[in-house]
């Protein structure tokens, strides 16, 4: 991965390998920042749009990247941010944080494969109750299996936050599942 | 549901997922590369677009105020040239420069019917030569009732005179062409 991402950054580096290198870096980093944008936002056409966005400004402000942190933690943090601004705007259209709560849930029922597991449905929804930091930190940990060095990069929190954070997060989530789960 | 451990679980990717996806993202994200370096944008920093709106302004103000100078300019040696180049007068004028030559000089016991029709005549001299008109014939007065107005104009003074002259322009400019 080390070597890809030289080879990205020196394609994206070059004026006249730009394209190429946007096409390089689609292809790496397009599924996990799919997947990572999608469980925030749930809703499949605006994840589809924030991803697009955030391919479009890592583009256009790549000269900002430093070589001193590692690529994806970059392109995780515009992910991160864009997919946040989307939230906040669902949620600025709702009175409270039950109806964002409950507006989330829904979408996840209307998302969900219909294959899908009942536990697997259940925490998806322990997930959407959770506060955004704690949601933040649990996805990138639990799905993405980031380091707490690299999340703390992206969030901007310590690392021992963080893992203060991940446990309160999956303490909730347990709780939530045995309240919920009807097997 | 008494025990779970939640690290046990599956990690699972459960949403629905749209055909080609990332083949679509790419296209659509390509484009707008494709777009955007078409037409590049600028971006524009606050001061130099307060200075620019500053010289618009000024700049439109000074066009206006030099377009009204020069209008007025215009108007006022247009006014001059017309005065100084001796154009032809109009008929009020000459009917009132008759009729004070014949008002000043009507202390002049001399003068006669031949006299005022020479005035007639130069009031009617470039008239002729403007309209081409044949000027009509102005009746003569009689000398007993020249000598009566001349009298009658002897009793005023100077002032009552030119205040009469002005008053009676228009009333000359008729007789004149009855």
Known sequence: MKIKDAEIISLMQNPRTQEKGVRALMDAYQSRLYWHIRRIIVDGDLAQDTLQETFIKAYQNFHQFKNDSQLYTWLYRIATNEALQQVNKMNKMKKTDEDAEYHMQNLVADNTEGSAEEIQILLQNAIQSLPEKQKLVFMMRYYDDLPYEEISKIVDMSVGTLKTNYHYAKQKIEEFIKENYER | ?178
């Open chain 2, 1 to 178: 549901m008494k025990e779970f451990d939640i690290e046990k679980l599956e990690r699972k990717n459960i949403y629905k997922v749209p055909d080609h996806l990332f083949a679509n993202i790419q296209e659509n994200v390509m484009n707008d590369i494709k777009t955007s370096k078409k037409a590049p944008v600028f971006k524009l920093n606050w001061m130099y677009a307060a200075a620019a709106s500053v010289a618009l302004i000024f700049g439109m103000t000074y066009v206006l105020n030099s377009d009204n100078d020069s209008a007025e300019k215009g108007l006022t040696s247009d006014t001059a040239y017309a005065a100084n180049k001796g154009e032809p007068k109009t008929e009020g004028e000459l009917a009132y420069e008759t009729l004070k030559a014949d008002l000043t000089s009507a202390d002049n016991n001399n003068q006669t019917v031949v006299n005022q029709g020479s005035n007639v005549d130069y009031a009617f001299k470039n008239e002729k030569e403007k309209t081409e008109a044949s000027p009509k014939s102005v009746k003569a007065t009689p000398k007993k009732d020249e000598a009566k107005m001349n009298d009658y104009l002897d009793s005023f003074s100077n002032s009552e005179i030119a205040e009469l002259a002005s008053n009676s322009t228009q009333d000359v400019y008729l007789d004149l062409y009855n």
